[in-house]
């Protein structure tokens, strides 16, 4: 995920960066690659202003990973070790993928998916949504590693090599340096503020979302053109973009009978946050550069992720996946087995029948790596909808409550204040096909996952803080103050 670059933007934010560090006037800092025994320096932009890193501290600091800001800092790291893990089923590709925002939730799964599939990898992250976390005193339900750890022991296990890159893609310096020393032949792109309900926590937060991904998303294009213009980006999306429309919802295109003339145009959006505004901006920018510029990119529109468990992170318990109940970052099906786990009552916002497209993450990193191997043409852009289920916040609960039944759990919904400005009733549905068409073999939900991901939530239910449960963040509430707490607002 990228930062913001303009300092006005989110006040709130105030990183602690633990090398030694000496205040700057200038509007930039320096930050590091280590390629090997080389060392590369481009600027970079922080939250709370700027700061200056000096070539003399790194040098007495570069052995120690653990002592590297977060925030100010970019390292690719080697490790050499020894395999312990079968290969792959497939043979090796060797192709380079760059997977930025590969700290997140589907990002981590998505680069171990590819690393074990024999796609060289570079994970590109700051970090950032590790300090939101902080920031707004919620956690992951699962005990997640450093970046550092979650790598080195992909590294041993698997004796696959992943690199990290740690720096800021709204950065252009860090980023051309990125691309410079790595090379990718494909980029996966999650590197953004992914939250609608964090877009709408109040102004800074909104600018930050807008900024943050745009920009970001603005630099990866350029970076592609100027060094890597072969380079396959493959977007994440989301579905959001479409709204819920009275028709169907074709994939990216619509064609349109208008006064005797026909015309195939890009479907119409409807976003419904300044989170899914700003990816309705990546989407136009995206197909403009590829029309422009000849650049080839696939924008994998993506419905609702369930789980939290694939082949490779299930391999190590330093390996897990971030896994969110809270109501700022938690999804509805992870939330309401979380929920269910601990006897809080699902929280069913509105009426319950607001209708969506699902997918489980062992899709999410199949559908990615399956458009990899398949890429667009130079000046393409394509639109996959990335999911495999419908399903409205009702027929959750209801699997929910049958499956946890099943394990003897008592669970009882509500039917809470809607926080968000959206149908609770309507038509949905979306065509999803091209991806199946290249060769994806969907997991549907069903009793058996529904009973894992209960056991999983249970497992770890004394980690779960029942104050964040709730909804706290009012799409017709947000105003102009910073808020840093937003467990105490009353809808």
């Known amino acids: 995920?990228?930062?913001?670059?303009?300092?006005?933007?989110?006040?709130?934010?105030?990183?602690?960066?633990?090398?030694?560090?000496?205040?700057?006037?200038?509007?930039?800092?320096?930050?590091?690659?280590?390629?090997?025994?080389?060392?590369?320096?481009?600027?970079?932009?922080?939250?709370?202003?700027?700061?200056?890193?000096?070539?003399?501290?790194?040098?007495?600091?570069?052995?120690?990973?653990?002592?590297?800001?977060?925030?100010?800092?970019?390292?690719?790291?080697?490790?050499?070790?020894?395999?312990?893990?079968?290969?792959?089923?497939?043979?090796?590709?060797?192709?380079?993928?760059?997977?930025?925002?590969?700290?997140?939730?589907?990002?981590?799964?998505?680069?171990?998916?590819?690393?074990?599939?024999?796609?060289?990898?570079?994970?590109?992250?700051?970090?950032?949504?590790?300090?939101?976390?902080?920031?707004?005193?919620?956690?992951?339900?699962?005990?997640?590693?450093?970046?550092?750890?979650?790598?080195?022991?992909?590294?041993?296990?698997?004796?696959?090599?992943?690199?990290?890159?740690?720096?800021?893609?709204?950065?252009?310096?860090?980023?051309?340096?990125?691309?410079?020393?790595?090379?990718?032949?494909?980029?996966?792109?999650?590197?953004?503020?992914?939250?609608?309900?964090?877009?709408?926590?109040?102004?800074?937060?909104?600018?930050?979302?807008?900024?943050?991904?745009?920009?970001?998303?603005?630099?990866?294009?350029?970076?592609?053109?100027?060094?890597?213009?072969?380079?396959h980006m493959v977007k994440l999306g989301t579905m959001g973009e479409y709204g819920t429309p009275n028709i169907d919802i074709e994939e990216g295109y619509i064609t349109i009978n208008h006064n005797?003339?026909?015309d195939t145009l890009p479907y119409p959006k409807q976003a419904s946050s300044f989170y899914h505004l700003s990816k309705v901006h990546d989407s136009h920018n995206i197909a403009f550069t590829c029309k422009a510029w000849g650049l080839k990119a696939t924008d994998l529109n993506q419905g609702v992720v369930y789980g939290v468990m694939t082949p490779e992170t299930a391999m190590h318990e330093e390996l897990i996946n971030r896994l969110d109940y809270d109501g700022v970052f938690g999804t509805a099906l992870n939330r309401f087995c979380v929920q269910a786990a601990v006897g809080h009552p699902l929280t069913i916002y509105g009426k319950g029948g607001q209708t969506r497209g699902y997918l489980d993450i062992r899709d999410t990193v199949r559908c990615v790596e399956l458009a990899i191997a398949n890429p667009a043409n130079p000046g393409e852009f394509r639109v996959f909808n990335q999911f495999t289920e419908q399903f409205s916040v009702n027929d959750l609960a209801k699997a929910v409550t049958k499956a946890g039944e099943k394990l003897g759990l008592e669970i009882k919904a509500i039917n809470v204040p809607n926080p968000r400005v959206e149908a609770e009733e309507h038509y949905y549905n979306a065509k999803h096909t091209k991806l199946v068409e290249l060769g994806l073999q969907p997991h549907f939900l069903s009793d058996g996952l529904l009973d894992s991901l209960l056991n999983f939530a249970m497992k770890y239910s004394d980690r779960v803080d029942m104050a964040r449960i709730m909804p706290a963040v009012s799409w017709k509430k947000i105003g102009v103050k910073p808020r840093t707490d937003v467990s105490e607002a009353k809808l």
Not at 114 to 136: E, P, W
Not at 160 to 180: R, S, W
């Open 1 to 231: 995920m990228a930062t913001a670059c303009c300092p006005n933007a989110m006040a709130c934010f105030k990183p602690h960066p633990e090398v030694n560090i000496t205040a700057s006037k200038s509007t930039s800092a320096v930050s590091l690659l280590r390629r090997q025994n080389v060392v590369a320096f481009g600027k970079q932009i922080l939250f709370g202003g700027s700061r200056l890193v000096s070539s003399s501290s790194f040098g007495k600091q570069v052995t120690d990973m653990t002592n590297f800001s977060s925030m100010a800092v970019a390292v690719r790291e080697k490790e050499g070790n020894i395999s312990t893990y079968a290969e792959s089923e497939e043979p090796a590709k060797g192709k380079k993928v760059m997977v930025i925002g590969g700290d997140g939730y589907c990002g981590w799964a998505t680069a171990l998916h590819l690393s074990n599939k024999g796609y060289q990898v570079a994970i590109v992250d700051n970090l950032v949504r590790r300090l939101f976390d902080q920031q707004l005193g919620i956690d992951s339900l699962t005990p997640i590693v450093s970046i550092q750890k979650r790598i080195k022991r992909w590294n041993q296990i698997s004796g696959k090599q992943v690199d990290l890159l740690i720096g800021d893609i709204c950065d252009f310096d860090f980023l051309a340096e990125a691309f410079k020393s790595f090379e990718p032949e494909a980029v996966v792109h999650f590197g953004e503020q992914r939250s609608a309900p964090y877009s709408m926590i109040d102004r800074g937060r909104a600018v930050y979302t807008q900024h943050n991904n745009v920009i970001g998303t603005l630099n990866v294009l350029f970076a592609i053109k100027e060094f890597s213009p072969e380079c």
């Open 260 to 262: 005797g003339r026909t």
